[in-house]
């Protein structure tokens, strides 16, 4: 609930801003108060079991779809009578989410559960001498460095892509607003209907590694969109590797800890997509800023950059994901596993 106070006033300060000062000021405050994502997950990951962890992160990814759909629309056409409109909408609803939170949330771990967990962490303090289990483990590491070049390569498209439909395509504000809300139809479909039984029938490694594939062919395919249109086709495998990949890696990831450390390394998860969005971001407008590139007498552009970029970045991390497996075999097998048979 601070957390939805702060992105509440975050929205408040921006909506009444009167300069680009106020305006990083507020993007400042919403950072400071953006907890509530991690909160989100940890929670979800106290309520589920290994098997359908997947599916239920996945459904996050389609709620936040949901919104996806309806908030660039409606903000696009809004944004067109005036910028301050989508703000205060925002600044409404981040309002509406305090009140059900107070109203409808409950505690994700009853107490018993709590005071289970708390037995089993006396225990294991005292199995290791007296310290701590570690958090940052070998293998909380690698999935956290997985995870960024993941977010890494999925931010260097998504950022620049408003500035690139107005700049390639000429789109126009309600137009960018429209396509973003296709994007959030297609994250519904796949989060919300495909992923649970896509994965329980071919299990998340199969699917992992189709994902990875999936995005790397449509990462080389990202600098010959030529047309409008082709962003129609280009969406739907985009989309769909995009959401395999996040919620089957950001499970693998919560596999790695202990119940009673799910927030802990869900904050962890969070700070390093926070990482980068902060670079990515700056990469790839500074690819549009300089356009094009000459090399022995070829000429790049801009679009080229970012697409090769994004594919280097997931053949990295297609190359950590066949570590993984190898190492941790049993993280990607079918059916249930304790986390404690794989922790280092």
Partial sequence: MISQAGTFAAFLVLGL????????????????FGGNIPVIRAYIMDITDEETRSA????????????????????????????????FVACSLSLLTIILTFRFLVESMPKQRVSDLRD????????????????????????LTELFLLIFAFIIINSSFPLVMFLRYNANVALIGIFASLAGIIMIIT?????????KKFGEKVMLLFALLLAIAVFLIYPF??????LYIFIIPYMVSHIFTRSILM???SKAVDEDKQGLVSGYAVNMMSIAQIIAPLLAYW?????????????????????????????????LVLVDMKIFPEVFAKGEIEADEFKI
């Fill in 17 to 32: 801003s009167d300069s680009i000062e106020i305006v990083f000021y507020s993007r400042i405050l919403d950072g400071i």
């Fill in 56 to 87: 239920e992160v996945g459904k996050i990814t389609a709620a936040m779809a949901f919104g996806m759909v309806f908030g660039p629309a409606i903000g696009g056409l809004l944004g067109i009578l005036n910028w301050r409109y989508p703000v």
């Fill in 120 to 143: 089993r962490r006396r225990l294991k303090k005292e199995l290791n001498g007296g310290k701590k289990s570690p958090v940052l483990t070998k293998i909380v590491i690698l999935r």
């Fill in 191 to 199: 989060g919300g209907f495909l992923i649970k039984p896509t994965l």
């Fill in 225 to 230: 969109l030529y047309e409008m249109w082709y």
């Fill in 251 to 253: 499970t693998n990831l």
């Fill in 287 to 319: 690819y549009l800023e300089i356009y094009m590139v000459s090399y022995m007498g070829i000429n790049f552009d801009a679009y080229f950059l970012i697409g090769i970029t994004c594919v280097f970045t997931i053949i990295i991390l297609l190359i």
